[in-house]
C-alpha cells in the first residue's frame, strides 16, 4: 500500500522541476548574450576613437567606425546601437549604446560601452 501513494510523485516533481530548470538555462544564456553584446559595444567604442582621433579625423569617421564595427561584430547581438563622440579639449570619449539581443520574453538589457583618449597630435622635434 506504502507504494500505491507514490504513485506519480515522479510526475508531479518533474512537473515542477522541468520550468524551474528551463528557466535557469535561458537566463543563462541570457547572461551570456549580455555580456557579448557589452564586449560589442565596447571594442565599436574603442574603434571609434581610433577613427576620431587620429589626427585629421572626425567625429564623424569616429561614429562611422563605431557603427561599421558593431554592425560587424554584433549584428543579432547588439541591437540598435548609437554612438555618441564628444570632444573635450584634446581629448574625445566615444559611447556605444544599444540593447543586448533579447532571449527571454519581456527582458531589455541596455548595453553601453565607452572608450576615451587624448587627440593624437603632431609635433616636431626640435632639436639642433
Same mark, same amino acid.
Given at each position: 500500500?506504502?507504494?500505491?501513494?507514490?504513485?506519480?510523485?515522479?510526475?508531479?516533481?518533474?512537473?515542477?522541476?522541468?520550468?524551474?530548470?528551463?528557466?535557469?538555462?535561458?537566463?543563462?544564456?541570457?547572461?551570456?548574450?549580455?555580456?557579448?553584446?557589452?564586449?560589442?559595444?565596447?571594442?565599436? @567604442?574603442?574603434?571609434?576613437?581610433? %577613427?576620431?582621433?587620429? !589626427?585629421?579625423?572626425?567625429?564623424? =569617421? /569616429?561614429?562611422?567606425?563605431?557603427? $561599421?564595427?558593431?554592425?560587424?561584430?554584433?549584428?543579432?547581438?547588439?541591437?540598435?546601437?548609437?554612438?555618441?563622440?564628444?570632444?573635450?579639449?584634446?581629448?574625445?570619449?566615444?559611447?556605444?549604446?544599444?540593447? @543586448?539581443?533579447?532571449?527571454?520574453? %519581456?527582458?531589455?538589457? !541596455?548595453?553601453?560601452?565607452?572608450? =576615451? /583618449?587624448?587627440?593624437?597630435?603632431? $609635433?616636431?622635434?626640435?632639436?639642433?
Amino acid at each position: 500500500m506504502h507504494r500505491r501513494r507514490q504513485r506519480g510523485a515522479v510526475s508531479a516533481q518533474l512537473v515542477i522541476a522541468m520550468p524551474v530548470l528551463m528557466l535557469l538555462i535561458t537566463a543563462s544564456v541570457q547572461f551570456a548574450v549580455y555580456e557579448h553584446a557589452v564586449n560589442v559595444a565596447v571594442d565599436a @567604442a574603442q574603434r571609434g576613437l581610433q %577613427g576620431a582621433r587620429i !589626427q585629421g579625423g572626425s567625429d564623424t =569617421a /569616429g561614429q562611422m567606425a563605431a557603427l $561599421s564595427d558593431a554592425a560587424q561584430l554584433g549584428g543579432g547581438i547588439l541591437v540598435s546601437p548609437t554612438v555618441t563622440v564628444t570632444r573635450i579639449g584634446n581629448s574625445i570619449r566615444v559611447q556605444v549604446q544599444g540593447n @543586448a539581443e533579447a532571449v527571454m520574453p %519581456g527582458i531589455t538589457l !541596455q548595453v553601453v560601452g565607452v572608450a =576615451a /583618449g587624448p587627440v593624437e597630435q603632431f $609635433s616636431s622635434a626640435s632639436g639642433p
